[in-house]
């Protein structure tokens, strides 16, 4: 029978056998939505150097935000004139108005 091998075992089979529980590794779009709430923002060239993406790709998961009902300020540094997102918190709720032919509650109904 061999003896076992305690060169191999990884830091989370460490911590398994200790009774921790490993971290969880975030989501790549919740490490984007973390690296925009930041105050001041954060810049494109550290988005894609965090997340690993381009910048096309970055810009693409910052609209599928938006979409999701994030609202999301791009600026430009003022030294660099690099792109800077950043997710903008609404002080008041806002209020969905409806188009002006489904205001009426009475119906053409002649």
């Not at 609209?63 to 609202?71: A, I, P, Y």
Request: no cysteine; aromatic share 2%.
């Amino acid at each position: 029978m061999a003896s076992p091998n305690y060169e191999n075992v990884t830091e989370a089979q460490t911590a398994a056998s200790a009774g921790l529980r490993p971290k969880l590794n975030k989501s790549k779009k919740d490490q984007l939505l973390a690296l925009v709430t930041k105050p001041g923002g954060t810049r494109i060239s550290v988005l894609t150097e965090r997340l690993g993406w381009q910048a096309h790709t970055v810009r693409a998961a910052l609209s599928g935000l938006r979409k999701q009902g994030h609202q999301i300020l791009a600026t430009k540094a003022p030294k660099t004139g690099e792109a800077v997102y950043q997710v903008v918190k609404p002080t008041e709720p806002t209020e969905q108005t409806l188009p002006a032919e489904v205001t009426s509650l009475e119906g053409d109904a002649a």
